[in-house]
């Protein structure tokens, strides 16, 4: 009997709830991950959003950041490699 893997861990959809908000869940993620991942100020973010065509404010921004930043960086953290893992790479001559 084959056993069907299951992922552990949550979609994106089932942990933050992206209700009663104007942009996608995608827009609103990518964003704040932007915001935490690199060292980028909120307007830094607001004017890589507006070159992809997505307009708004450093505001929207600082608001979505305080809301949502807590679950995207557990979210980040549960998918980032733990400590004592271990890559090994090959040398080639």
Same mark, same amino acid.
């Given at each position: ?13 089932? =942990? ?5 908000? !104007? ?19 909120? !307007? ?12 708004? =404010?450093?505001? =929207? ?17 549960? =998918? ?14």
């Amino acid at each position: 009997m084959k056993k069907e893997s299951v992922s552990h861990l949550p979609s994106a959809d089932s =942990t933050i709830s992206f209700k009663c908000y !104007r942009f996608p869940p995608d827009v609103i993620s990518y964003a704040v991950w932007l915001y935490y991942r690199f060292p980028l100020s909120l !307007r830094m973010v607001e004017e890589m959003l507006a070159a992809r065509g997505i307009e708004l =404010t450093y505001e =929207t921004l600082r608001r979505w950041s305080s809301h949502f930043g807590l679950a995207i960086a557990k979210r980040i953290r549960s =998918t980032a490699l733990r400590r004592g893992d271990k890559w090994h790479l090959d040398e080639w001559s």
